[in-house]
C-alpha cells in the first residue's frame, strides 16, 4: 500500500506542476513606444496613446497597468515614451518605462 499511495502522490504533484500557470512576468514581452495621455495614481495605470505593439495589439489608446510604482513615478501626461508591456493573457502590464521626450505645451 505505501508504494502505491507515494506513486499516485508522486503523479498528482507532477500533473499539478505541469497544470499551473507561469508566473506574470513570465508572459511574452514586447516593445512599446506612445505618448501618455492621462495619469490615475489611485490604479497606477496610464492611458497611452501607442503604436502597433508586436503582433499583440494595433496602434491605439488605452489604459495600462504599470508596475512598478517606481516605473508609474516616471510619467508624466505628454511624455513620450518607450516601455516593455508584458502581457499574460488576459493580465498586461507596462514596465521598464523610458521617457524619451514630451509633448509640445499647447499654445496660448
Same mark, same amino acid.
Given at each position: +500500500? =505505501? ?6 502522490? $508522486?503523479? %498528482? ?8 500557470? =507561469? =508566473?506574470?512576468?513570465? !508572459?511574452?514581452?514586447?516593445? @512599446?513606444?506612445?505618448?501618455? @495621455?492621462? %495619469?490615475?495614481? /489611485? ?7 501607442? !503604436?502597433?505593439?508586436? &503582433?499583440? +495589439? !494595433? =496602434? @491605439?489608446? @488605452?489604459?495600462? *497597468?504599470?508596475? *512598478?510604482?517606481?516605473?508609474?513615478? /516616471?510619467?508624466?501626461? !505628454? &511624455? ?7 502581457? &499574460?493573457?488576459?493580465? $498586461? ?10 509633448? *509640445?505645451? *499647447?499654445? /496660448?
Amino acid at each position: +500500500m =505505501p508504494r502505491t499511495f507515494s506513486a499516485v502522490a $508522486f503523479l %498528482l504533484l507532477l500533473l499539478a506542476a505541469c497544470s499551473s500557470k =507561469p =508566473p506574470a512576468s513570465g !508572459g511574452k514581452h514586447y516593445s @512599446m513606444e506612445g505618448t501618455v @495621455m492621462a %495619469l490615475d495614481a /489611485k490604479s497606477q495605470s496610464a492611458t497611452i496613446a501607442a !503604436g502597433q505593439i508586436g &503582433d499583440w +495589439m !494595433g =496602434p @491605439m489608446t @488605452m489604459e495600462y *497597468p504599470v508596475k *512598478p510604482a517606481s516605473e508609474f513615478q /516616471k510619467l508624466h501626461v !505628454g &511624455d513620450k515614451i518607450r516601455a516593455t508591456v508584458v502581457v &499574460d493573457d488576459p493580465a $498586461f502590464y507596462v514596465t521598464d518605462v523610458k521617457v524619451v521626450g514630451s509633448a *509640445p505645451a *499647447p499654445a /496660448k
